[in-house]
C-alpha cells in the first residue's frame, strides 16, 4: 500500500514518464520531495492526493498552467516557486526541458496548521504561479541539501513542515488571514526542564516534533517558535548537538563500533551519522576518535 506522498510520487512520474533524480526522505516511508527532470510535455494532473510547492531549479522558463479551461500562468522564472494544488486539476505544459523540486504536503497536516493558528479548518490556498518567495524557495533549497548530504532526519522533517506550513498559511491563505494577535507562548524554566530531560532520556529514539510539542500542550508551530525564544536554538538544533555530544563522548571512552555509536545517539544509521557529524565537526567520526586518544 503506497502513502499519500508515496502516491503523489507515483503519479506523477507516470504522467511525466519519468523517475525522480532525488527522493528527499527523512527515512522508511517519510518522503518529503523530489527532483524532477523533465521533457518538454503535456500534463494534466488530476486528483492529486497532496498539495505540491514546486521550485523551478533550472531549465527552460516556457511554462504554461492551466485550470478549468482558463490559462492561469505563463513563463516561469528560475528559484520562483509554483503550486500543484491538491484535489484539483490542473494542466501544464512544458516548451522546454526543465528540472523541478517538489515539496508535498497533506492537506490534513495543513487543516490541523490551520486550527493551530486560529484560522478555519477549510482553509484552502491561493493557487500560485512562479510567485517570487525567497523564503519559501530556502526552506526546498535546504532540504535539497540535507538529503543530498544525508543528513535529514525524521526531527529535521517535521520542523521543515511545520515551518513550510506556517509560511503557506501566512502568505497564501484564501480569503481570511491568520489572526491579528496570537497569545504569546512563554516556555518556563520548569517546563524547558522537563523537554530536556524527555530529550535525554530518548535521545537513542526517533524524536517527532509532535511528541515534544505535546509535552507542553501547545501546538507544534507554536512549540516550534517559543522553543526557538527561549532556548536560541531550533528544537531539531538542540537535539542534533545533544546527540553529538554523546557521539564525541562514546568515540573516545569506549571502543564501541561507529554503527553501535550512531544508534545509541539516536542517528537513523552509520552512514546517516558519519554525513551528520562530518558536515557539523569536520572531520569523519573514526578521524575524530583517533585524534582524541591521542
Given amino acids: 500500500m503506497l502513502t499519500p506522498t508515496q502516491h503523489s510520487v507515483h503519479q506523477i512520474g507516470t504522467l511525466a514518464r519519468v523517475e525522480p533524480d532525488l527522493l528527499i526522505s527523512a527515512g522508511a516511508g517519510s518522503i518529503l520531495g523530489a527532483v524532477w527532470t523533465h521533457a518538454p510535455i503535456m500534463a494534466k494532473v488530476t486528483n492529486l492526493a497532496q498539495h505540491a510547492v514546486v521550485l523551478h531549479l533550472s531549465g527552460s522558463t516556457l511554462v504554461d498552467k492551466w485550470r478549468g479551461g482558463c490559462m492561469v500562468g505563463h513563463g516561469s522564472r528560475i528559484g520562483s516557486v509554483s503550486l500543484v494544488p491538491a484535489q484539483v486539476d490542473t494542466q501544464w505544459v512544458l516548451h522546454g526541458p526543465s528540472r523541478v523540486a517538489h515539496i508535498y504536503i497533506d492537506p490534513q497536516y495543513v487543516a490541523q496548521a490551520a486550527c493551530a493558528h486560529g484560522m478555519q479548518r477549510s482553509v484552502e490556498f491561493r493557487d500560485f504561479f512562479a510567485e517570487t518567495d525567497e ?118 571512552r569506549t571502543q564501541r563500533p561507529i554503527a553501535d555509536i550512531a544508534q545509541a545517539a539516536g542517528f537513523k544509521g552509520a552512514s546517516h551519522f558519519s554525513a551528520t557529524f562530518r558536515a557539523h565537526i569536520g572531520i569523519s567520526p573514526s578521524d575524530w576518535r583517533e585524534q582524541h586518544r591521542q
Fill in 135 to 252: 523564503v519559501l524557495a530556502s526552506m526546498v533549497r535546504l532540504v535539497i541539501a540535507q538529503e543530498q548530504a544525508g543528513t535529514l532526519d525524521e526531527l529535521g522533517h517535521d520542523q521543515m513542515m511545520s515551518m513550510m506550513v506556517g509560511h503557506l498559511l501566512r502568505r497564501y491563505a484564501l480569503d481570511q488571514s491568520l489572526p491579528a494577535a496570537q497569545p504569546r507562548v512563554t516556555l518556563t524554566a520548569a517546563t524547558l526542564r522537563k523537554v530536556f530531560e524527555h530529550i535525554e532520556d530518548r535521545l537513542s529514539a526517533k524524536l517527532r516534533l509532535s511528541e515534544l510539542a505535546a509535552l507542553v500542550h501547545i501546538s507544534e508551530d507554536h512549540f516550534l517558535r517559543s522553543f526557538k525564544a527561549a532556548v536560541g536554538k531550533t528544537p531539531h538544533q538542540y537535539v542534533l548537538a545533544q546527540r553529538l555530544a554523546r557521539t564525541r563522548e562514546l568515540l573516545v
